[in-house]
């Protein structure tokens, strides 16, 4: 091989080389961007920090499976933590929709040797694709999409997955509650259909 093509390889091989580099830092800030904006809790804070951002919260062991302030004792010792949140101010933080108002536990944080790993609220809206927009404008393109079986124009499931860490909207429906505070009106339906938003790390849960 000649000296010029031996330059003009080499001119090839840096090209690609500063363009992969340049496009790695925005896809690692897309990946950070999932802990850090469903809230203002990135997965893996410490349960002392987030205590110390959120004093009304309710945290302890769960002594059944309904996650609510009643059923955490022990004010937070051990492995396996759980906490509540519930007062408005705070909710207002998590989400610019409406967040529905379950047992004094409208949003659910849970934390596996003292580190954020799973948060859980449900918006107060009726379907997906009414906030689907403003989650693509954060997150991007999902990962997986599932409609409806019985109606292709519902949208049942979102998923986003980056690195370990996977955030899904989720069609549900709740009822035969007594929704407290003013964040809904349930109380004038008989149920209410609901988005789930979850964030959790695989990775956190088993460290």
Request: hydrophobic share 40%.
């Amino acid at each position: 091989m000649d000296f010029k093509k031996m330059v003009k390889l080499l001119g090839q091989f840096l090209v690609i080389t500063m363009a992969a580099v340049f496009f790695l830092p925005r896809f690692s800030a897309s990946a950070n961007e999932l802990n850090r904006k469903p809230a203002r809790d990135p997965l893996g804070e410490t349960l002392r920090h987030f205590r110390k951002r959120y004093p009304k919260a309710v945290c302890g062991r769960h002594t059944s499976l309904d996650i609510t302030p009643q059923t955490l004792v022990g004010a937070g010792i051990g492995d396996e933590v759980d906490c509540c949140l519930f007062d408005k101010d705070t909710l207002t933080e998590f989400s610019p929709f409406r967040i529905v108002n379950l047992d004094d536990c409208a949003v659910h944080a849970s934390f596996w040797r003292g580190k954020l790993f799973y948060l859980y609220y449900l918006l107060d809206v009726r379907s997906i694709q009414s906030v689907l927009f403003a989650f693509e404008k954060l997150y991007g393109t999902p990962s997986h999409m599932l409609k409806e079986p019985e109606d292709a124009t519902e949208l049942f499931s979102v998923n986003w997955y980056f690195h370990g860490t996977s955030m899904d909207l989720t069609l549900c429906r709740t009822g035969g509650q007594d929704l407290s505070g003013n964040f809904t009106h349930a109380r004038e339906e008989p149920w209410l259909q609901v988005v789930g938003v979850s964030v959790w790390n695989e990775n956190l849960a088993h460290s």
